[in-house]
C-alpha cells in the first residue's frame, strides 16, 4: 500500500480560507420562507449566518476586530467617542494602559469590513485553535458517575431550594471555609457546611491531563472529595447545639459517603419528628444507604403520592427499587394504594410497580388484571395493563383481551378494543375475534375497531375489506366517517379505496361523511383529473361551509386549483341559487297548476279544429310557452321571508283562475 507523505505534517496552517468580497454575491436565509427570508451580500453576515463560523474571542484581542475560526478579520465601523484619545492632538507616543477600565460598548455604525491584513502575521501564535480543541475533547468526555450519586446530588438540590440556600462553591477557599465553620452567626456555618457539601458532590469526577502533544491520550486522575483540613471541623458540627447546623453537617456526611453513625442517628430523629423538608432529605439519605425500615419506606412513598411530578416520581422509585430487594414492604403498600379512591394514586401506584419490579404475588396480578378489566377510569386502565406488560406478565394481559374479544358483551368488546388501541397490542390469536368486531351489532364496537385499525395502521388485505365494506352498507354515518378516517390512518392507497372516497364526496349525505372523506384524500394525497373534476363538481352543489373550506384547503394543498372555471362555477352557483328560492318555485307551481287548468277548461269547452301535421303537446313545450320571456332576477336575503307577498301573490292567481 502506498505510504503516507508526513513531509509537512509538522507545519503549522497560518493561512486563512477567507474568499475575496469582489466573489461575494447576495444569499438567503431559506429561499422557501419568500419575501419573508433574510438576504444580504455583506461577507461578515454570510459567514456566521450561512457557513456558521463561530466568533474567536480572544484575550488582549484589539476591541475594533472580530476574528472568526476560519482566521478571517473583520474591522468594526464603530461611531466616534468623544473626548477623542490623546493620540489625536499630541504627537508623542502615549503608553497603552493594559486594564484600562472601559464602560459601555461602542455602537456599530455599519456592518464590519473585511481587514486587509487578512493573513496572521508570522510567528504569531494561533492559541484559539487549541483552545477550541481541548474545548471539544472537554464537551466529549461524558462524565460516568453512579446512581447513588445522581440520588445525592437531586436530594442536595432539592433541599437547598426548599431553604432558599443559594452555593457558590467554585469561588470559595480553604482558607475562608474554615473561617465560617467556627463563625459565631449559625447562618454563616450552615452556609459554609452545604457549600462544602456542594462542592463534594458538583466537582469533576475526573481530572484532564493535556501534554504538550495533541496526541497524547487524556488521562484520568481521582480528586479527592474535601481536603482534609477540612474533616474535623465538619465532623465538630454535628455536635452544634443549633439543630438546623447538625441537620446541615449531616447531609455532607452523607454527600462524601462518610457512613458516620452520628451523622445515621440525626437523620434518623429528623425523620420521626422534623419538618417535611428535612425528613424527606433524611429519608432519602436512610434509603440510600440501604435503611428499608417502615418510617423511611412511609416517608417516600407519602411523598410520591402527595408530590406527583416527574422529578419526585422517578427520585422516588430509585429508592424504592434499591430497598425492594430487602423487604416485601414496599409491595404491600403500593398494593393498599391500587384500591384508592382517588383514580390519579391507582395510576400511580401502577407505574410506580412497573418501575420498581420485583417478585409480584398472585394476589397483587390479580389486582391489576382486575384494575385492567373493570375500573371506571380509563387511564386506570392503561396504567395497569403497561404495569403488567412490564412486570413481564404480558401473557395475562393477552389472555385477558382475548377472552374478552372473543367470549364479553358489547361493553367488554369496546374496552378489549380500547386496549388494543392504547397498547398497540396485535396477535394471530386476536386478529380473527378483532375482523368480526367490523360486523358487531352494536356501533360502539364497529367504532372501536376502526379506531383500533387506525391507531395500529394495519395493513392486511382483511382489515382493509372490513374497512371498505363499512364505507359502503353500514346504515350509520358516524360509522363510514370512522372507517374512512381509519384508511387514511393506514395510508394504502388501491382503486378501489380511491372510487370510493371520490363517490364519498360527491354522493353521501351526512356532511361528516364527505368531509372525512376530503380530509382521507388529502392524506393519502390523491391527485388526477378525476379528484379535481370531482371536487369542481361537489363545489357547485356543496352548501356545507365546513365541508366546503375542507375542499378548498385540499385543493390548495394537492395543487387542483383551477382558477380559470372558478368564475364560470359562481355564476352558476349563483343562479342555482336564485333558482332555489322557495317563493319563487311556489309562485312557478301555483303558474302551472293555472295553466294545466286553462287548458283543460278550454279542451273542454271550447272546440279546436286541429291542423293538419298538428303534433301532441308536450310537457317540455307547454312548460316553454308559459314561461316564455320570464326573467328571474336574484332576490334580497330580507325578501326570502316575506310569507306576506306569497300569500297575496298566491291570492291573485287563485281568483285569475276563477
Not at 468623544?82 to 472601559?102: G, H, I, L, M, N
Not at 483552545?131 to 460516568?144: G, P
Request: charge should be positive; aromatic fraction near 6%; include cysteine.
Amino acid at each position: 500500500m502506498p505510504g503516507t507523505n508526513k513531509t509537512a505534517e509538522e507545519i503549522d496552517e497560518k493561512g486563512s480560507v477567507y474568499k475575496s468580497p469582489s466573489q461575494s454575491h447576495v444569499r438567503q436565509v431559506n429561499p422557501r420562507a419568500g419575501k419573508f427570508a433574510y438576504s444580504t451580500d455583506n461577507t461578515f453576515e454570510q459567514e456566521i449566518y450561512f457557513d456558521e463560523v463561530q466568533i474567536v474571542h480572544q484575550i488582549g484581542a484589539k476591541r475594533d476586530q472580530i476574528l472568526l475560526e476560519n482566521l478571517n478579520r473583520y474591522i468594526k465601523q464603530l461611531s466616534k467617542v468623544f473626548p477623542e484619545t490623546p493620540e489625536r492632538w499630541t504627537s508623542q507616543p502615549v503608553p497603552e494602559s493594559t486594564c484600562k477600565p472601559v464602560k459601555g460598548a461602542m455602537r456599530w455604525t455599519a456592518l464590519p469590513t473585511p481587514a486587509k491584513d487578512l493573513l496572521l502575521k508570522v510567528g504569531e501564535k494561533d492559541v484559539s485553535v487549541k483552545t477550541r480543541k481541548l474545548k471539544k475533547q472537554a464537551e466529549s468526555l461524558k462524565e460516568n458517575v453512579s446512581w447513588e450519586l445522581v440520588v445525592l446530588r437531586r436530594m442536595l438540590q432539592e433541599w437547598k431550594m426548599a431553604w432558599a440556600l443559594i452555593i457558590e462553591w467554585h469561588h470559595k477557599t480553604v482558607e475562608g471555609l474554615l473561617q465560617s465553620l467556627v463563625d459565631i452567626h449559625d447562618d454563616v456555618r450552615i452556609q459554609a457546611i452545604v457549600t462544602c457539601a456542594t462542592a463534594a458532590l458538583e466537582r469533576p469526577r475526573a481530572a484532564i491531563s493535556q501534554g504538550d502533544s495533541d496526541k497524547e491520550a487524556m488521562k484520568a486522575l481521582p480528586i479527592q472529595d474535601l481536603p482534609e483540613v477540612l474533616q474535623p471541623p465538619l465532623m465538630a458540627a454535628l455536635c452544634d447545639k443549633n439543630a438546623n447546623v447538625r441537620m446541615a453537617a449531616a447531609v455532607c456526611q452523607y454527600a462524601i459517603q462518610s457512613h458516620n453513625p452520628l451523622a445515621q442517628e440525626i437523620m434518623q430523629t429528623v425523620l420521626l419528628k422534623g419538618n417535611t423538608v428535612d425528613s424527606w432529605a433524611a429519608a432519602q439519605c436512610l434509603a440510600l444507604e440501604g435503611a428499608a425500615t417502615y418510617p423511611v419506606i412511609k416517608r417516600i412513598l407519602h411523598q410520591l403520592f402527595h408530590k406527583k411530578n416527574e422529578d419526585t416520581e422517578q427520585q422516588s422509585c430509585t429508592l424504592l427499587r434499591h430497598l425492594s430487594g430487602k423487604t416485601t414492604l414496599i409491595h404491600t403498600m403500593l398494593a393498599v394504594e391500587l384500591n384508592s379512591h382517588q383514580w390519579k394514586d391507582r395510576i400511580v401506584a401502577c407505574r410506580a410497580l412497573s418501575r420498581i419490579g420485583g417478585n409480584v404475588s398472585l394476589d397483587m396480578k390479580h389486582k391489576l388484571i382486575q384494575l385492567m378489566s373493570s375500573d371506571w377510569n380509563k387511564k386506570v386502565r392503561q396504567a395497569a395493563a403497561q404495569a403488567l406488560g412490564q412486570m413481564n406478565l404480558g401473557k395475562e394481559v393477552h389472555d385477558t383481551i382475548r377472552i374478552k374479544l372473543g367470549q364479553g358483551n358489547f361493553q367488554e368488546r369496546v374496552e378489549a378494543l380500547y386496549l388494543i388501541c392504547g397498547l398497540k397490542l396485535m396477535t394471530a390469536k386476536l386478529l380473527p375475534s378483532f375482523l368480526n368486531c367490523f360486523s358487531d351489532d352494536f356501533m360502539a364496537v364497529r367504532r372501536a375497531a376502526c379506531l383500533a385499525a387506525g391507531a395500529l395502521q394495519i395493513r392486511d388485505n382483511m382489515v382493509l375489506e372490513c374497512l371498505l365494506n363499512l364505507i359502503q352498507g353500514d346504515p350509520c354515518w358516524k360509522i363510514k366517517a370512522f372507517a374512512i378516517r381509519a384508511l387514511g390512518q393506514i395510508g394504502c392507497v388501491s382503486p378501489q379505496l380511491t372510487d370510493l372516497l371520490l363517490w364519498a364526496v360527491h354522493y353521501e349525505e351526512s356532511p361528516g361523511v364527505r368531509l372525512e372523506a376530503c380530509r382521507s384524500i388529502l392524506a393519502l394525497k390523491l391527485q388526477g383529473d378525476r379528484v379535481r373534476d370531482t371536487f369542481l363538481d361537489v363545489l357547485l352543489l356543496e352548501n356545507h361551509e365546513a365541508v366546503l373550506k375542507e375542499i378548498h384547503h385540499a385543493m390548495k394543498i394537492l395543487n387542483l386549483e383551477n382558477e380559470g372555471n372558478q368564475e364560470m362555477l359562481q355564476e352558476i352557483r349563483n343562479r342555482i341559487q336564485t333558482l332555489s328560492q322557495k317563493e319563487l318555485l311556489i309562485q312557478k307551481v301555483f303558474k302551472i297548476e293555472a295553466a294545466v287548468r286553462k287548458a283543460k277548461e278550454e279542451a273542454k269547452r271550447v272546440y279546436v279544429q286541429p291542423k293538419e301535421g298538428q303534433k301532441p303537446l308536450k310537457l317540455h313545450t307547454f312548460l316553454q310557452e308559459n314561461f316564455q320571456g320570464e326573467e328571474v332576477s336574484p332576490r334580497r336575503r330580507s325578501d326570502f321571508y316575506d310569507t306576506e307577498a306569497v300569500i297575496k301573490v298566491n291570492m291573485n292567481t287563485l281568483m285569475g283562475i276563477k
